[in-house]
T-cell receptor, first 110, second 112 residues
Framework: AQRVTQPEKLLSVFKGAPVELKCNYS??????LFWYVQYSRQRLQLLLR??SRESIKGFTADLNKGETSFHLKKPFAQEEDSAMYYC????????????FGQGTELSVKP | DTEVTQTPKHLVMGMTNKKSLKCEQH?????MYWYKQKAKKPPELMFV???????INESVPSRFSPECPNSSLLNLHLHALQPEDSALYLC???????????FGQGTRLTVV
């Protein structure tokens, strides 16, 4: 079955600490993966896509096909990074669905 | 214009009412989506329109009826909803490749 797994519901770190939000996927084809962020009372926003290899707001994510992972990392967390983070997988082989993991709530403490 | 706009922002409706949610985008995207999101949960896909044709219906009850009048507009018609249908309803649009989805701010629906 095709799915996205985010094992941590809540991740709490102190400002300036490194942060890693985990994402694993199960997909038979070549995956198209994204990270979305939802700040309090704001719309869901695209943070990263694996094909662009960009760094947005200091976040990076590398696709590891061997480990079927797409973890999101930031070397120094900031308080404004506190939000809900969703890993998402686009399913070309099911007519074009974007499915989401359960989400990880990141809390960055001062 | 790089936004997806949804109206209304909030809606309270009775179980016998009929209402509609509206979504608009002017980015030339040919795929449009409806999602339902409960508090602290991920968005759940309901419908996908591709080139104005319904391509995916995720076994959504018939009290939800989607419509795509043209390439910029997407509606969700609501009839005889249940209190458990109360949620944030999100619209999104994307190019076909790469399939980066842009989301609206949502309509917060309360069924009383």
């Amino acid at each position: 079955a095709q799915r996205v797994t985010q094992p941590e519901k809540l991740l709490s770190v102190f400002k300036g600490a490194p942060v890693e939000l985990k994402c694993n996927y199960s997909y038979s084809g070549s995956p198209e993966l994204f990270w979305y962020v939802q700040y309090s009372r704001q719309r869901l926003q695209l943070l990263l896509r694996h094909i662009s290899r960009e760094s947005i707001k200091g976040f990076t994510a590398d696709l590891n096909k061997g480990e079927t992972s797409f973890h999101l990392k930031k070397p120094f967390a900031q308080e404004e990074d506190s939000a809900m983070y969703y890993c998402a997988l686009f399913l070309y082989n099911q007519g074009g669905k974007l499915i989401f993991g359960q989400g990880t709530e990141l809390s960055v403490k001062p | 214009d790089t936004e997806v706009t949804q109206t209304p922002k909030h809606l309270v409706m009775g179980m016998t009412n009929k209402k509609s949610l509206k979504c608009e985008q002017h980015m030339g995207h040919r795929a449009m989506y409806w999602y339902k999101q409960k508090a602290k949960k991920p968005p759940e896909l309901m419908f996908v329109y591709s080139y104005e044709k319904l391509s995916i219906n995720e076994s959504v009850p018939s009290r939800f009826s989607p419509e795509c009048p043209n390439s910029s507009l997407l509606n969700l018609h609501l009839h005889a909803l249940q209190p458990e249908d109360s949620a944030l309803y999100l619209c999104a649009s994307s190019r076909t490749s790469p399939p980066e989805a842009f989301f609206g701010q949502g309509t917060r629906l309360t069924v009383v």
